[in-house]
Every structure is written in C-alpha cells, then in structure tokens.
C-alpha cells in the first residue's frame, strides 16, 4: 500500500484542530498538530486553519515563524492548505471590527466582512478545480462570513505566460466573495471542509491524494 502522507496541522494556540486533524485522517492522511517550525517544514502537507480571529492568530504565527515556513514550501513547491482564518491570513490585510490586522500576504486583496450571513454557502464549482470539480451547487460550512470579495492576482494575469491560471471558486447566488483558491501549492478555503458533510470530506480527500510523500533521503534540509 502507497505510504500516507505526513501532514502538519500548526497548532497556533487560538484554535481546537481535533475535528480537523480527525477529519484529514479520515482523509487518508498521517496527521500530527504541532507548532514545531521543523517539522511543519518538512511534512508533505501543512494546514493553516482555525476560526480565531486573525488578530489573535497572526501574532502566534510570526512566534512561530510561520510566515518563513509558508515562504520556504511555496518556494519549493510544497502544499499548503489555509482554512477560515488561515485563508484569511493568506491575504495582505483583514479586516475585523475596523481594525486592520496584517496578513502574510501571499496573495493580494483585503478580507472583510461579506453580505451572505455566516452558516452554509453552496459553490459554483469549475471543471478544471482539483478540489470541487463535480461539487457545483454542494454547500459548505461558512462559519464566519469573512473572506474577500475580488481576486486581485488575476487582474494582473499575464496573457503569454505558461503558468497555470489560479483557480478561483464563488458562491452560487448573488453575492460575490472567494470561497477558496486552487494556486499551486498553495489551496485556501474561506469555508470549514471538516463540518461540511460529505462534500468537505471529497475536497479533504482531494488534497491529501494530490500530496507525494517525501523519502526520509529526499526530505528538505
């Protein structure tokens, strides 16, 4: 049997991961939650999630140098998957109360308040999405209706480049706002796959099916 994959779930400290963790063993995966900068390095999927605020989880991830550990897996073309707030975080501002906390800035674009109220959002879901590609119409948990409402980066998409175009996923109805990002390694989700039902469940099988376990010889230094 092919060996499971590693993935790190970083315990921030602002959040409970034991439904999550749960879930992406259900998944498939080998999980371990730990704020160990090591090992979030070299596992062969991290999760960033929570539904903290980013003003209390920003603080911790620098702490813990987060912001290198993500840098340092995107530059080798690692996954990194950001859930509810650690999408959020992903972005350069959000927006909470008025207040404006810094994010790691991985993407462009703030995050702040949506009209749809918090609870389920159903997705239009593109074909060519690795994650939600049959969902179209599944709805989602959406805890906090937080997320941002453009997505700057393919504004500025370069027309002759060989680059994959980011995938970008919305909601259904009328009100417009990123439900999650497909973007090499790095996939983000403004909604909670492990309390979504069976739909989050695919997208979480999804992602650990697409991670290639590293042989301790190849693991990065």
Do not use: C, Y
């Amino acid at each position: 049997m092919p060996a499971q994959p590693l993935v790190v779930v970083l315990d921030h400290g602002a959040d409970d991961h034991g439904p999550l963790a749960q879930a992406l063993t259900t998944a498939g995966a080998r999980v371990e939650v730990t704020a160990d900068k090591r090992t979030a390095l070299v596992a062969d999927g991290l999760v960033i999630a929570g539904r903290a605020r980013a003003a209390d989880v920003m603080p911790a991830l620098r702490r813990l140098g987060a912001d290198q550990v993500v840098d340092r897996r995107l530059a080798g073309g690692r996954a990194v998957l950001a859930i509810g707030v650690g999408m959020h975080v992903m972005f350069t501002d959000v927006v909470e109360d008025g207040a404006v906390t810094e994010g790691l800035g991985e993407w462009a674009g703030v995050v702040d308040s949506v009209g749809t109220p918090p609870g389920e959002v159903a997705v239009q879901a593109p074909s060519r999405s690795a994650l939600f590609d049959g969902l179209d119409g599944a709805r989602f948990h959406l805890p906090d209706a937080r997320a941002p409402r453009t997505f700057p980066l393919l504004d500025d998409w370069p027309a002759d480049t060989r680059l994959v175009v980011p995938v970008v996923i919305w909601p259904s109805g009328d009100e417009r706002f990123v439900v999650a990002v497909e973007n090499g390694p790095l996939v983000a989700l403004a909604v909670h796959p492990e309390s979504s039902g069976e739909a989050g469940a695919t997208v979480l099988a999804r992602w650990v099916s697409s991670l290639s376990p590293l042989a301790p010889s190849t693991s990065p230094e």
